[in-house]
């Protein structure tokens, strides 16, 4: 049984945004999205469902950005 880094996706209400994705990525998500759907035993439908729980995931593990978050003022929004 495979490790996977993603779990179920859990329903939330979504903001939409577009983003544009290099082909090899696109490939790799689809491919995520099957090894995902074979080990919950449900197919993943849209791909695209799987980008927001891993852009979640990465930002929830990257120390870095969890330590400059907790240094701002409560409410200050980054600005790049």
Known sequence: MT?????AIPDDRPVEITVELPGAVHR??????EV???EMGQSVADP???IAPML?????AD????????SL??????RV
């Open 63 to 70: 120390r870095a950005f969890a330590r400059t978050r907790r």
């Open 56 to 60: 979640a995931r990465f930002m929830t």
């Open 3 to 7: 490790k996977l880094k993603l779990s």
């Open 48 to 50: 695209a469902k799987l």
């Open 73 to 78: 003022k409560p409410g200050r929004v980054f």
């Open 28 to 33: 790799d998500l689809v491919a995520y999205a």
């Open 36 to 38: 995902l759907g074979r």
